[in-house]
């Protein structure tokens, strides 16, 4: 939206009861907003009725106040204190801005009543300036969070829709008060905060790093870094007394985190895509499931890479150092699994009975990874009972069976695709692998007919595992596989796109972009270095039939030059013949007798000569 000029802006103020604005995120408000107070104050005058002008700010303006009490640093600052705020040195055109709507509603209340709203970082649905620890969570490209704050510095916070609540009874109210604080009732820690946000959306543990290390993170402003930075402990002492809040988080964003992490990822479209590809062995499940993972950014869960990292998950569990309680219960359960896992694959060569496959499967669905970005299931589950066992809720881990089912809910396929081939089309498939992917494989020949005929005898029972998604009102997508090319398959990826949607993540990282960028530069640079050699090339061959056209033209010409001599050659004989015999015998006496004579007009003598010696005039 293009800004308006500053004289068709006035009139838009003049125009309004209530005027607001937010100078918390946008440094370019400030001189905007200092500029329309004065200009309203000016013109007070023309109002056609009174006017309320509330200002946003934020209390990085206390961020170097003093003590109250030198001795006792914990004591807060209240709403009162504010003549004793100093600002952090990035913020002096923030308390600037506060100074001077509080002097400019002091005048005529009556006309314009002015109001400085000073509000905690804000969180909830954007997460604003938090939203670096949220997205680093949410996107578990690290096994650890970052924390980059002091243990003992408050920083404090209030919900956006609680500081929304208090604006509004400002508006209702008119507050005798002109400087208010709005912030919630908790004292945390930057440290506490990012822990809480690390438990509940992302790896669970929080790493120490020099603050230095903030400048070199492309995704916080200098804003974001000074706010994150503060040590200030305020209470919101008239708001709390004189207004009527119904506070969505008055306990602060640690208590409510779970609810604080749904509105994120709500508001900002973070949603997982949950998929399920099915079919008979060799339909290219894995081709099909590995493009649309690497489409949408799923997880790809494959059965036998699940176990794998499982058991090298438990292997360094068991390791860890049992010195410490909190490790000893944990480190003990691991190697009981480890072990009974172990011998279970002993007992059925190398495979997995179904209670432990399961177990390790769901275990996978319910990891914070699959469950922000969500997951693409391989082939997996194979039977009616595996999938009923998987999806099903696990009242154990939950203390009453409507939350375990709607956690289980949370893990349930939204699509489920069964891809269908001829046994000939999978068996032609099988033979045309090179021996490289089929050795070592279940593809050998007797394996895979072995599991093709396993496989299209338990569909045929009725109970199958497509049977049960039908019985959750969510039917399997059916899609016929008709030949083994690549372009096949990228057809089945595209229709299952299309079915699903766009993605639901933050996109390509800035890695990525770059990634993306120079992939696309070097695409460029290849294309038209192809683009020139192909110019070159025609060029070259244009040249070469150019050459070639006329050499062939040359000899031509030259050919059709000598037979028109030969021609002009052999037609001129007779008439040489005739010319020699009679008439170069009386032009050559002609031209003697005039050389004998010498007349004064030759010319003439020679013609009368010819005239009179011509033959046929005789």
Same mark, same amino acid.
Request: with cysteine; hydrophobic share 35%.
């Given at each position: 939206?293009?800004?308006?000029?500053?004289?068709?802006?006035?009139?838009?103020?003049?125009?309004?009861?209530?005027?607001?604005?937010?100078?918390?995120?946008?440094?370019?408000?400030?001189?905007?907003?200092?500029?329309?107070?004065?200009?309203?104050?000016?013109?007070?005058?023309?109002?056609?009725?009174?006017?309320?002008?509330?200002?946003?700010?934020?209390?990085?303006?206390?961020?170097?106040?003093?003590?109250?009490?030198?001795?006792?640093?914990?004591?807060?600052?209240?709403?009162?204190?504010?003549?004793?705020?100093?600002?952090?040195?990035?913020?002096?055109?923030?308390?600037?801005?506060?100074?001077?709507?509080?002097?400019?509603?002091?005048?005529?209340?009556?006309?314009?009543?002015?109001?400085?709203?000073?509000?905690?970082?804000?969180?909830?649905?954007?997460?604003?300036?938090?939203?670096?620890?949220?997205?680093?969570?949410?996107?578990?490209?690290? +096994?650890?969070?970052?924390?980059?704050?002091?243990?003992?510095?408050?920083?404090?916070?209030?919900?956006?829709?609680?500081?929304?609540?208090?604006?509004?009874?400002?508006?209702?109210?008119?507050? !005798?008060?002109?400087?208010?604080?709005?912030?919630?009732? !908790?004292?945390?820690?930057?440290?506490?905060?990012?822990?809480?946000?690390?438990?509940?959306?992302? +790896?669970?543990?929080?790493?120490?790093? +020099?603050?230095?290390? /903030?400048?070199?993170? #492309?995704?916080?402003?200098?804003?974001?870094?000074?706010?994150?930075?503060?040590?200030?402990?305020?209470?919101?002492?008239?708001?709390?007394?004189?207004?009527?809040?119904?506070?969505?988080?008055?306990?602060?964003?640690?208590?409510?985190?779970?609810?604080?992490?749904?509105?994120?990822?709500?508001?900002?479209?973070?949603?997982?895509?949950?998929?399920?590809?099915?079919?008979?062995?060799?339909?290219?499940? !894995?081709?099909?499931?590995?493009?649309?993972?690497?489409?949408?950014?799923?997880?790809?869960?494959?059965?036998?890479?699940?176990?794998?990292?499982?058991?090298?998950?438990?292997?360094?569990?068991?390791?860890?150092?049992?010195?410490?309680?909190?490790?000893?219960?944990?480190?003990?359960?691991?190697?009981?699994?480890?072990?009974?896992?172990?011998?279970?694959?002993? #007992?059925?060569?190398?495979?997995?009975?179904?209670?432990?496959?399961?177990?390790?499967?769901?275990?996978?669905?319910?990891?914070?990874?699959?469950?922000?970005?969500?997951?693409?299931?391989?082939?997996?589950?194979?039977?009616?009972?595996?999938?009923?066992?998987?999806? !099903?809720?696990?009242?154990?881990?939950?203390?009453?069976?409507?939350?375990?089912?709607?956690?289980?809910?949370?893990?349930?396929?939204?699509?489920?695709?069964?891809?269908?081939?001829?046994?000939? /089309? /999978?068996?032609?498939?099988?033979?045309?692998?090179?021996?490289?992917?089929?050795?070592?494989?279940?593809?050998?020949?007797?394996?895979?007919?072995?599991?093709?005929?396993?496989?299209?005898?338990?569909?045929?029972?009725?109970?199958?595992?497509?049977?049960?998604?039908?019985?959750?009102?969510?039917?399997?997508?059916?899609?016929?596989?008709?030949?083994?090319?690549?372009?096949?398959?990228?057809?089945?990826?595209?229709?299952?796109?299309?079915?699903?949607?766009?993605?639901?993540?933050?996109?390509?990282?800035?890695?990525? #972009?770059?990634?993306?960028?120079?992939?696309?530069?070097?695409?460029?640079?290849?294309?038209?270095?192809?683009?020139?050699?192909?110019?070159?090339?025609?060029?070259?061959?244009?040249?070469?039939?150019?050459?070639?056209?006329?050499?062939?033209?040359?000899?031509?010409?030259?050919?059709?030059?000598?037979?028109?001599?030969?021609?002009?050659?052999? #037609?001129?004989?007779?008439?040489?013949?005739?010319?020699?015999?009679?008439?170069?015998?009386?032009?050559?006496?002609?031209?003697?007798?005039?050389?004998?004579?010498?007349?004064?007009?030759?010319?003439?003598?020679?013609?009368?000569?010819?005239?009179?010696?011509?033959?046929?005039?005789?």
């Amino acid at each position: 939206m293009p800004l308006l000029k500053r004289e068709d802006l006035l009139q838009r103020l003049m125009d309004c009861d209530i005027i607001i604005y937010n100078i918390t995120d946008d440094d370019d408000q400030i001189d905007e907003a200092s500029w329309a107070i004065a200009t309203l104050h000016a013109e007070m005058a023309k109002f056609s009725g009174p006017k309320m002008f509330i200002l946003l700010s934020t209390v990085m303006t206390w961020a170097l106040s003093k003590p109250i009490d030198p001795d006792d640093p914990e004591i807060p600052f209240t709403e009162e204190d504010y003549r004793r705020r100093r600002a952090h040195p990035n913020f002096k055109e923030h308390i600037n801005a506060e100074k001077l709507v509080v002097k400019m509603g002091k005048t005529k209340k009556t006309l314009l009543s002015t109001y400085v709203v000073a509000s905690g970082l804000q969180y909830g649905m954007g997460e604003q300036v938090f939203h670096y620890f949220f997205k680093m969570s949410w996107l578990g490209y690290q +096994p650890i969070v970052p924390d980059f704050g002091k243990v003992t510095h408050i920083v404090p916070t209030i919900h956006i829709n609680d500081l929304a609540a208090i604006i509004q009874n400002v508006i209702d109210r008119k507050p !005798s008060q002109n400087y208010l604080v709005a912030v919630d009732d !908790s004292k945390n820690t930057l440290e506490a905060i990012v822990k809480a946000i690390s438990n509940a959306l992302g +790896p669970g543990e929080v790493q120490k790093v +020099p603050k230095e290390n /903030l400048f070199l993170t #492309q995704d916080l402003r200098q804003i974001d870094i000074d706010s994150i930075s503060v040590n200030l402990r305020l209470e919101t002492v008239y708001v709390k007394d004189k207004f009527n809040i119904s506070w969505v988080c008055d306990t602060g964003p640690i208590e409510n985190i779970d609810s604080v992490v749904e509105e994120y990822k709500q508001t900002r479209g973070l949603l997982p895509i949950r998929l399920c590809v099915l079919g008979p062995p060799a339909v290219g499940k !894995s081709t099909v499931t590995e493009k649309i993972c690497k489409h949408y950014k799923l997880h790809h869960i494959r059965v036998k890479d699940t176990i794998a990292e499982t058991i090298a998950s438990l292997e360094v569990t068991s390791q860890m150092d049992t010195s410490e309680m909190e490790n000893e219960d944990l480190v003990t359960n691991a190697q009981d699994l480890l072990d009974a896992l172990k011998e279970n694959m002993d #007992q059925n060569g190398g495979r997995l009975e179904d209670q432990y496959l399961v177990r390790i499967i769901k275990d996978k669905l319910k990891s914070k990874p699959c469950k922000n970005q969500g997951y693409a299931l391989d082939g997996f589950p194979k039977t009616y009972e595996q999938a009923k066992e998987l999806f !099903s809720a696990d009242e154990e881990e939950e203390d009453t069976k409507s939350k375990a089912a709607s956690n289980s809910k949370k893990s349930i396929p939204e699509y489920v695709f069964a891809l269908g081939a001829s046994d000939k /089309l /999978l068996k032609n498939r099988v033979l045309n692998l090179p021996e490289s992917q089929v050795e070592g494989t279940s593809y050998s020949q007797e394996q895979f007919l072995r599991r093709l005929a396993t496989y299209r005898e338990s569909n045929m029972e009725d109970e199958t595992v497509l049977n049960y998604f039908d019985e959750l009102d969510n039917p399997p997508h059916h899609m016929e596989v008709t030949s083994s090319d690549d372009q096949e398959y990228l057809m089945v990826t595209k229709h299952i796109i299309k079915m699903v949607g766009p993605p639901k993540n933050y996109g390509p990282t800035s890695l990525e #972009q770059e990634e993306e960028e120079r992939r696309s530069a070097d695409s460029r640079l290849q294309k038209e270095s192809r683009e020139r050699a192909d110019t070159e090339r025609r060029e070259a061959e244009e040249a070469a039939q150019r050459a070639s056209r006329w050499e062939d033209w040359s000899k031509s010409l030259e050919e059709v030059k000598r037979t028109e001599h030969e021609l002009l050659e052999a #037609q001129s004989v007779p008439l040489r013949n005739y010319l020699m015999a009679n008439v170069m015998p009386t032009l050559t006496r002609g031209l003697i007798e005039c050389s004998k004579t010498r007349p004064e007009d030759p010319i003439d003598f020679l013609a009368e000569y010819l005239f009179k010696s011509n033959p046929q005039f005789e």
